[in-house]
């Protein structure tokens, strides 16, 4: 952990204390279990680098498919307020589950470190869901768990989907995963220094930014989907994030924003993903 993550042992006991008092108001990770349960979902658990991952697939998956669907979920509830890091960041909405649920093809669901009710663990700490949600100790350990989860498949090419906050992981995941043929993100936080820069909030020093790294591969298709009246992360940035990427597709729902109306208009999405690229940039 840096010299910011260790100051944060300073201050977390305290502020756990009032974030479990809220916390116990509603439980995400219930929620996130009933809904799993719902959707006829299974739950094994991965090893990663430090962390242990939770990976939800469909029950119906075949590990004979040659193309895997991967989702990432964005960054659910860090924090309960200025100063306040939440005790369990899980989604308090389970969008990206019922995506997946909405996917024909073979998929899973890849659980981010200390989510899903793995906060309570030795190795995690606030910070791993904060400032450094999008840290190397975070990624690499997310990229060793997809390596292993693609091996239980029997190493088929992958498709790698990611909302908000999971969309950064799952680009940073595609320059070191072997085996990605494309690069889909759902109103995708790709630099979040001017997402933090634009919305005031405090930089996220200790975490990577995938708009700083080299381009990705030309053999990886990316597919870059927000919704036109998005004010979170609205689409020029992610046209000024992706200035420097090869044929990059950017896809802009004219009705859509951060969080409407995504499961409407999945299947349809979904379709045309698996279409060959027309443009570099297209709406619907």
Same mark, same amino acid.
């Given at each position: 952990?840096?010299? !910011?993550?260790?100051?944060?042992?300073?201050?977390? &006991?305290? %502020?756990?204390?009032?974030?479990?008092?809220?916390?116990?108001?509603? #439980?995400? +990770?219930?929620?996130?279990?009933?809904?799993?349960?719902?959707?006829?979902?299974?739950?094994?658990?991965?090893? @990663?680098?430090?962390?242990?991952?939770?990976?939800?697939?469909?029950?119906?998956?075949?590990?004979?498919?040659?193309?895997?669907?991967?989702?990432?979920? @964005?960054?659910?509830?860090?924090?309960?307020?200025?100063?306040?890091?939440?005790? #369990?960041?899980?989604?308090?909405?389970?969008?990206?589950?019922?995506? =997946?649920?909405? #996917?024909?093809?073979?998929?899973?669901?890849?659980?981010?470190?200390?989510?899903?009710?793995?906060? @309570?663990?030795?190795?995690?700490?606030?910070?791993?869901?904060?400032?450094?949600?999008?840290?190397?100790?975070? +990624?690499?350990? =997310?990229?060793?768990?997809?390596?292993?989860?693609?091996?239980?498949?029997?190493?088929?090419?992958?498709?790698?989907?990611?909302?908000?906050? @999971?969309?950064?992981?799952? =680009?940073?995941?595609? !320059?070191?995963?072997?085996?990605? /043929?494309?690069?889909?993100? %759902?109103?995708?936080?790709?630099?979040?220094?001017?997402?933090? /820069?634009?919305?005031?909030?405090?930089?996220?020093?200790?975490?990577?930014?995938?708009?700083?790294?080299?381009?990705?591969?030309?053999?990886? /298709?990316?597919?870059?989907?927000?919704?036109?009246?998005? *004010?979170?992360?609205?689409?020029?940035?992610? *046209?000024?994030?992706?200035?420097?990427?090869?044929?990059?597709?950017?896809?802009?729902?004219?009705?859509?924003?951060?969080?409407?109306?995504?499961?409407?208009?999945?299947?349809?999405?979904?379709? *045309?993903?698996?279409? !060959? &690229?027309?443009?570099?940039?297209?709406?619907?």
């Amino acid at each position: 952990m840096t010299s !910011a993550g260790r100051r944060w042992n300073r201050l977390w &006991p305290a %502020l756990a204390l009032g974030a479990a008092t809220v916390a116990c108001t509603y #439980d995400p +990770v219930r929620n996130l279990e009933v809904e799993s349960a719902a959707l006829g979902l299974t739950r094994i658990e991965v090893p @990663g680098t430090l962390f242990r991952h939770v990976v939800l697939q469909k029950a119906d998956a075949s590990l004979s498919e040659q193309l895997l669907h991967v989702y990432i979920d @964005g960054d659910g509830t860090p924090w309960l307020g200025p100063g306040r890091p939440a005790a #369990d960041p899980t989604p308090r909405n389970p969008l990206v589950l019922r995506l =997946m649920a909405l #996917d024909p093809s073979p998929a899973v669901y890849l659980g981010r470190p200390c989510y899903l009710g793995q906060g @309570g663990e030795g190795v995690c700490h606030p910070w791993h869901w904060t400032h450094g949600r999008y840290s190397e100790t975070v +990624v690499a350990s =997310m990229a060793a768990a997809l390596v292993r989860v693609r091996a239980r498949y029997g190493n088929p090419e992958l498709v790698l989907i990611g909302y908000s906050g @999971g969309g950064t992981i799952a =680009m940073l995941l595609a !320059a070191r995963v072997p085996g990605v /043929r494309q690069l889909v993100t %759902l109103a995708g936080n790709l630099d979040p220094e001017q997402w933090a /820069r634009r919305h005031g909030y405090s930089l996220l020093e200790t975490s990577l930014n995938p708009s700083r790294n080299e381009p990705l591969p030309p053999a990886i /298709r990316q597919i870059h989907i927000v919704g036109a009246q998005d *004010r979170n992360l609205p689409p020029e940035s992610l *046209r000024a994030a992706l200035a420097a990427q090869p044929d990059p597709e950017l896809w802009v729902l004219p009705d859509a924003d951060h969080r409407c109306c995504w499961e409407a208009l999945w299947p349809e999405l979904l379709a *045309r993903i698996g279409e !060959a &690229p027309k443009s570099a940039e297209k709406p619907p």
